[in-house]
């Protein structure tokens, strides 16, 4: 079955610091997409990626998405305590446009 | 403002109740999504509706029932067939052929069982 991996598990850094998190998938996915979950909470979206090689940013998120399509790396510069949180990435592997595997999320913790 | 709204926040469970979870959107979406979540895991679909009157089982439908009788609504009721339903649910929904790019998220309600 189609699966994504996310990497890593959880993740503690110092604020202030830069941090990458990962998603791979097996197989050629249509979309890679990112969102941000408070613990207890709803997901908010922060970026969809469709091409091979693009590149997108929001503040100080930027999200990457390989040649392949294969794999989606999120790095966050310069961290802050508004930072922290649950990150899940989402893809579609079919090209339905609706229906998304997920990975199971990367917990960040920002030490003051 | 637009939105998602989850009723209610907390749910307890006693063994062999069915009960219900409330999602509306005021967005004007035609799809909505259920999913569950546990800890350490991606979410798992369990029902969804492209459009009033119509809807799909998810990977884990097996003891979870929905409706949609109107746009705005999509209850999810979690019946005594579902053996293991401590988890937290979140609704979704998103503008009919546009998917994930434009899902919006529920609050969510945890679900527990006394």
């Known amino acids: 079955s189609q699966e994504l991996e996310q990497s890593p598990q959880s993740l503690i850094v110092q604020e202030g610091k830069n941090l990458t998190i990962n998603c791979t998938s097996s197989?050629?996915?249509?979309?890679l997409y990112w969102y941000k979950q408070k613990y207890g909470e709803g997901l908010i979206f922060l970026m969809m990626?469709?091409?091979g090689g693009e590149e997108k940013s929001h503040e100080k998120i930027t999200a990457k998405l390989d040649e392949k399509k294969q794999q989606s790396s999120l790095h966050i510069t310069a961290s802050q305590p508004s930072h922290a949180g649950i990150y899940l990435c989402g893809a579609d592997p079919w090209g339905s446009n609706y229906q998304l595997i997920w990975g199971a999320g990367t917990k960040l913790i920002i030490k003051p | 403002d637009g939105g998602i709204t989850q009723s209610p926040k907390y749910l307890f469970r006693k063994e062999g109740q069915n009960v219900t979870l409330s999602c509306e959107q005021n967005?004007?979406?035609?799809?909505m999504y259920w999913y569950r979540q546990d800890p350490g895991q991606g979410l798992r679909l369990i029902y969804y509706?492209?459009?009033?009157?119509?809807?799909q089982k998810g990977d884990i439908a097996e003891g979870y029932s929905v409706s949609r009788e109107k746009k705005e609504s999509f209850p999810l009721t979690v019946t005594s067939a579902q053996k293991n339903p401590t988890a937290f649910y979140l609704c979704?929904?998103?503008?009919?052929?546009?998917?994930?790019?434009?899902?919006?998220f529920g609050p969510g309600t945890r679900l527990l069982v006394l």
């Open positions: 979704a929904s998103s503008i009919r052929g546009q998917g994930a790019a434009t899902k919006y």
């Open positions: 197989k050629t996915l249509y979309g």
């Open positions: 509706s492209q459009i009033v009157n119509d809807f």
């Open positions: 990626l469709q091409k």
């Open positions: 967005l004007n979406h035609d799809a």
